[in-house]
């Protein structure tokens, strides 16, 4: 998912497909940057993704997604 705006945006995602009762996986999130800013030899690491854990009952995520993000999830 990509978020443009300038504030960040709540949504509702609903995976129809999926059947398990209780899903896992991971999100990956590029955020909290201006965008111009840049990684560099100084700073190889100023902009990179940060990583965490969900856990979703059913098959309905609600999650905020910050602004002007890149945000991809993947489920086991």
């Given amino acids: 998912m990509v978020n443009v705006q ?17 899903l896992t996986g991971s999100i990956y999130e590029m ?9 560099s030899f100084e700073t190889p690491e100023k902009v990179a993704p940060k990583q965490y854990e969900i856990k979703v009952k059913g098959n309905t ?16």
């Fill in 31 to 39: 955020s909290g940057y201006e965008l111009e800013e840049e990684n």
């Fill in 61 to 76: 995520i609600n999650h905020k997604f910050p602004k002007q993000s890149i945000t991809i999830m993947r489920f086991n």
């Fill in 6 to 22: 300038e504030s960040p945006v709540t949504a509702q995602i609903v995976l129809d497909e999926i059947e398990k009762e209780n």
